[in-house]
């Protein structure tokens, strides 16, 4: 199925295609914690950034390999690059236009990362 989400003004926007039963990642780490993050991983290849790429800014922090994506209008991080996957995209299902149906949500220690990253690794594989 075909979701589509923004930040929250609406400068930056874009759809993916995700499975009919998605599952969705409550993570505990520092950042996730503190944004209220939801991750919904998919292939880079069913990501489309549809406006706001020049509205974009990066940040990085511990190994550099998740690119953290903010709005620089309103400060929302719609989605990123997740150091898990960095092969996929990592959408917020907080910035979804629409609920996300039949979804099944996983808690994932995020404060234990290196012990649990195999657990999330697959998320970004094709189907």
Request: with cysteine; net charge neutral; charged share 25%.
């Amino acid at each position: 199925m075909t979701c589509s989400g923004a930040c929250h003004c609406r400068a930056v926007r874009f759809e993916a295609e995700v499975p009919d039963e998605p599952e969705v990642v409550r993570c505990n780490c520092s950042i996730c914690r503190m944004s209220g993050f939801l991750h919904l991983i998919v292939p880079k290849a069913r990501f489309k950034l549809l406006s706001g790429e020049d509205q974009l800014t990066t940040y990085t922090f511990n190994t550099g390999v998740a690119k953290h994506t903010f709005c620089r209008t309103c400060g929302i991080k719609p989605f990123y690059t997740p150091r898990s996957n960095p092969d996929g995209i990592d959408i917020n299902v907080n910035c979804l236009d629409e609920p996300l149906k039949n979804a099944r949500y996983m808690d994932f220690d995020g404060q234990h990362w290196e012990q649990n990253a195999h657990k999330v690794a697959h998320m970004s594989r094709e189907e």
